[in-house]
């Protein structure tokens, strides 16, 4: 399975969900997953992710320092089976790439895995500094993504 997380930079959500989704595939021995970010921007190709995303996942565990942002291409929709959007802006950029049904079924607002229908955001911490909340909201909707998807490759 592999799954795609795209914010806007590249820098703060997306590089922070990767993280924590790769530490829960560990956990379960998921080992034919594979997770990646990107950003829609492109603004911050090739840098390392905000030292304040860093932080906090390293004191929940995660490390995310070794990250390199890049902007999302056609061809990610191609290959990722999931790629998971933060909020409806993300959302709405993604969908202008895909050239096929089968790609815009792909795309996906992480949070409504959590919260059914609700085109929820993960804010976006990049002004406000909340990247101890934005950690807690992605750590519990990819529990719920990973449950979802689980019991789906069972049936
Ligand atoms: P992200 O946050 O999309 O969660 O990586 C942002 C990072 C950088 C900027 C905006 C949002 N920026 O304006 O450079």
Not at 31 to 51: C, K, N, Y
Not at 67 to 85: E, G, H, N, P
């Amino acid at each position: 399975m592999k799954v795609l997380m795209v914010c806007l930079g590249n820098i703060c959500r997306s590089p922070m969900a990767q993280g924590v989704l790769e530490k829960k595939i560990v956990e379960r021995s998921l080992s034919h997953w594979f997770v990646d970010s990107a950003g829609t921007s492109g603004w911050h190709d090739g840098e390392r992710p905000d030292h304040r995303a860093v932080l906090t996942s390293s004191q929940n565990g995660v490390d995310i320092s070794m990250q390199i942002s890049r902007k999302i291409t056609k061809k990610d929709l191609m290959i990722f089976d999931f790629v998971l959007a933060m909020d409806t802006s993300n959302y709405n950029d993604i969908l202008k790439l895909c050239d096929s049904e089968e790609e815009v079924h792909k795309v996906k607002m992480l949070m409504n895995y959590q919260y059914e229908n609700q085109n929820r955001a993960v804010p976006d911490p990049y002004y406000d500094g909340r990247f101890d909340e934005v950690f807690q909201l992605l750590n519990e909707s990819l529990d719920c993504f990973l449950d979802k998807v689980l019991v789906s490759e069972r049936i």
